[in-house]
DNA sequence: TATTGTATGATGGTATACAATCTAAAAATA
DNA sequence: TATTTTTAGATTGTATACCATCATACAATA
């Protein structure tokens, strides 16, 4: 009953999420061109499929593209990145202040669940576990707080910063700051502290801002 | 000089704006089913161009596609629009403190003459060109501001309650409140009074909201 | 009445064709 | 040689035909 409004999964549908792990895990280079013909060839799917996936891509901006051209691979500037980290926090800030006002104890016990399952997949190195469990977290952050635009907003402004999500989060996870503000987070929503919980988040964010910077004028 | 990067216009592009309008300016009903032949037919295009028409739509989420059933116009919930304005609060709130800070004599002339023309096509009824010197007005702040992303994403949550914004500019612009708003911000960013102007927009959008919500459940 | 077929229409997907346009290499020119 | 022009090839934009699958409404049956 989870999704029931579309269960059965396109062709369309998981030929774009192909595409998009590609691009968010750098199979294809910033800039790049992506050709038709040879995508329909890598993912075994007719031009129609790749078309209406590539108008996909194209809304979400994670390629742009140019009449006549076709598509290439979008670039980040550091602006762009900056800003989306300030929108980030706004977003995440303004959702676990709801949450830590209306947090039950199953949403509690979820977000420790989760918080236990990062530091783990962390410390074995497995960062694409961790990005999957860190979405977990924040996604039932913002759904407990009853924030399904701004949650749909996020997701998009992460996909966007795909590349260098993995590697803060992995530079964070090294470090023992990352999953401790996580827990400071859930401890303070626990407590039902907005305050304290919104300023923990913040800081996470900060601190995210500033590796994700460091690492695109690398 | 403003968007050299995709001059040619093509049937698709044009197409998806003649069904982007039709959509926001209530021609189809929400929840209405769009048939691609029929659409087809209306446009005078080809299958191809409406489905990938569609598939934009769908990830603009001014539809929603049901897999083997087709897309029909999205509907929008009180709570949906509610966080909608919250979030376009957050983001305008945003953009008018940095415009507040570095917006010089070029900035703010445009945002007079725009205060202007919005007054006076609101005076004279012409709720289409007023609702367009108002997304001008709103550019500029956030160009001048530096938050070209922010800007993206209130574009794309405006699309969204296309149908309510004519309704709320309307309602604002009747009474003499609204644009005294408008001219409260220019002035307190003229003045570089960043709280000042900040207080204005938030409080213009806060009216937007009730507005739009009780047209809603109307 | 409730169930089961069945007909119809729409979508998801493929293949193909062709014109317009871009790109890059080849050729011509200075 | 350097620069411009031409030209051929590649790629996109659009149209069309076709098939399989799914959804829905309706008819037939028990």
New binding site residues.
């Given amino acids: 009953m989870l999704s029931n409004l579309k269960r059965?999964i396109?062709?369309?549908?998981s030929a774009l999420n192909e595409l998009k792990e590609a691009i968010t895990l750098g199979y294809f280079a910033p800039g790049e061109?992506?050709?038709?013909?040879?995508l329909c060839e890598q993912l075994?799917?007719?031009?129609?499929?790749i078309?209406e996936c590539i108008r996909h891509l194209e809304s979400d901006q994670l390629v742009i593209?140019k009449?006549?051209?076709?598509?290439t691979v979008a670039t980040l500037n550091p602006e762009e990145v900056s800003e989306i980290y300030e929108i980030r926090s706004m977003l995440e800030v303004s959702a676990v202040r709801s949450c830590a006002l209306v947090a039950d104890e199953t949403v509690i016990t979820d977000l420790e669940n989760y918080c236990d399952l990062i530091s783990r997949s962390l410390t074995s190195g497995n960062i694409k576990e961790a990005l999957s469990d860190t979405r977990l977290f924040y996604q039932s952050i913002f759904i407990a707080g009853g924030k399904t635009v701004a949650w749909d907003l996020v997701e998009r402004l992460n996909s966007r910063i795909g590349q260098l999500r993995a590697v803060t989060l992995s530079s964070q996870g090294r470090s023992v700051a990352g999953p401790k503000n996580l827990l400071a987070i859930v401890a303070a929503i626990k407590a039902h502290d907005a305050d304290t919980a919104a300023q923990a988040c913040a800081e996470h964010l900060a601190q995210a801002k500033e590796i994700a910077l460091n690492e695109l004028d690398s």
């Fill in positions: 059965p396109t062709l369309k549908e061109r992506l050709v038709e013909r040879v075994g799917v007719s031009r129609t499929v078309r593209a009449a006549n051209v076709g598509p």
